[in-house]
C-alpha cells in the first residue's frame, strides 16, 4: 500500500524561475487537494479536483499558480515567474468519497525555498 | 469561510500524564465536520480524530478524545497516557459539510517530557 507521495521533496530556485510539483494520490482516489503551508501557520487551501476537473480555486491561488491533473490520476502545480514569498511546503493530499466526513490523506510534502 | 484559534503556541507533558489542547472555530454553518491533524517532525500529516457536529457524542480514538461543545465553538483534543510518539504539532480543522476545504489553525507544538 502506498500513500500519498510527492515529488520533489526539496526545490532551491531563483527568483523568477518556473517551478513545477508532482502529486500522485492515493491510486483508488478521486479527489486531490492542494495546500500551502508556511513556517509557523497551518496549511492553507490552495485548490481541488474531482478527478479531472478542478473544482474550486482558492484566491491565494494567483495567476503565477497553475494546477492540472490529466486523466485524474497524478496533478501537478506550477509557479512561474516565482517570488521569495512563494517560499513554502507545499502538501498534496487526496480522498476518496466513500464516506461522508471525507478524511484527506496527506504526502509528505514538497518544500520549496525561492533565494 | 470559517476561522480556526489555537490558543496554545506549545504544551509540554510528562510521559504517561494526560494533556489537553484547545480549538475554538467560529463557523455560520449548522453541519459540519471537525478534525485534528498530527503533524510529526519531518513527517507527513495525519488524521488522529474526527467530530462530525451533528453528533451529540464525542468521539474516542484509543488514548485521544474530544470535547466538542458545539453552542461554544469548541471542540479540544485530549492525549491521555502521552506517549512520546505523540510529539508533534496538533491542528484543529473545521470543514463545513458539502465543501471540501480543511481550514487549519495555527497549530499547537507538543513537547513530550520523558
Known amino acids: 500500500d502506498t500513500g500519498v507521495s510527492q515529488n520533489p521533496r526539496h526545490k532551491i530556485t531563483k527568483r523568477g524561475q518556473n517551478v513545477t510539483f508532482r502529486c500522485d494520490p492515493i491510486s483508488e482516489h478521486n479527489r486531490l487537494y492542494w495546500y500551502r503551508q508556511t513556517l509557523g501557520q497551518g496549511p492553507e487551501f490552495l485548490t481541488y479536483?474531482?478527478?479531472?476537473?478542478?473544482?474550486?480555486k482558492s484566491r491565494l491561488l494567483s495567476d503565477r499558480f497553475s494546477a492540472e491533473r490529466p486523466k485524474g490520476s497524478f496533478s501537478t502545480l506550477e509557479i512561474q515567474r516565482t517570488e521569495q514569498g512563494d517560499s513554502a511546503m507545499y502538501l498534496c493530499?487526496?480522498?476518496?468519497?466513500?464516506?461522508?466526513?471525507?478524511?484527506?490523506?496527506f504526502g509528505p510534502g514538497t518544500r520549496l525555498t525561492v533565494l | 469561510a470559517q476561522t480556526v484559534t489555537q490558543s496554545q503556541p506549545e504544551m509540554s507533558v510528562q510521559e504517561a500524564e494526560t494533556v489537553t489542547l484547545s480549538c475554538t472555530y467560529d463557523?455560520?454553518?449548522?453541519?459540519?465536520?471537525l478534525f485534528w491533524y498530527k503533524q510529526p517532525p519531518s513527517r507527513q500529516m495525519i488524521l488522529v480524530i474526527r467530530?462530525?457536529?451533528?453528533?451529540?457524542q464525542n468521539a474516542t480514538e484509543n488514548r485521544f478524545s474530544v470535547n466538542f461543545q458545539k453552542a461554544a465553538k469548541s471542540f479540544s483534543l485530549k492525549i491521555s497516557d502521552s506517549q512520546l510518539g505523540d510529539a508533534a504539532m496538533y491542528f484543529c480543522a473545521p470543514r463545513d459539510f458539502g465543501n471540501e476545504k480543511l481550514t487549519f489553525g495555527t497549530g499547537t507544538r507538543l513537547t513530550i517530557i520523558p
Open positions: 493530499a487526496s480522498s476518496y468519497r466513500a464516506y461522508s466526513y471525507n478524511e484527506q490523506f
Open positions: 479536483f474531482q478527478n479531472e476537473a478542478q473544482l474550486e
Open positions: 467530530q462530525e457536529a451533528y453528533k451529540q
Open positions: 463557523t455560520s454553518e449548522s453541519d459540519y465536520y
